[in-house]
């Protein structure tokens, strides 16, 4: 996914809400300009998130590979051999 721009974001935004408003749009532009300007900052802050939360993942699955690769069968010998005879 293509990363969000603050001022790319904010000025789609703003382009969108003129179209609709249209007539009404000078009434509300002083109210709409800095709320779409937060809207953006905060879907960008979001995204930044999602992305920080998928490089932990992808992270945390190599970690979990590689200790696969070292110790097979994962955590059976710190927890006995599962016959309840331990």
Known sequence: ??????EDL???MLAAAKAVFDKRWPDIKDYAEPEFEKLARTLI???GIRTR???IRRQCQRTAG???EH???GNARRRGNGTGAD
């Open 66 to 68: 590689d200790a696969e």
């Open 1 to 6: 996914m293509a990363s969000l721009k603050l």
């Open 45 to 47: 802050q979001i995204e």
């Open 71 to 73: 110790h097979p069968g």
């Open 53 to 55: 939360k998928k490089n």
């Open 10 to 12: 904010a000025t789609s």
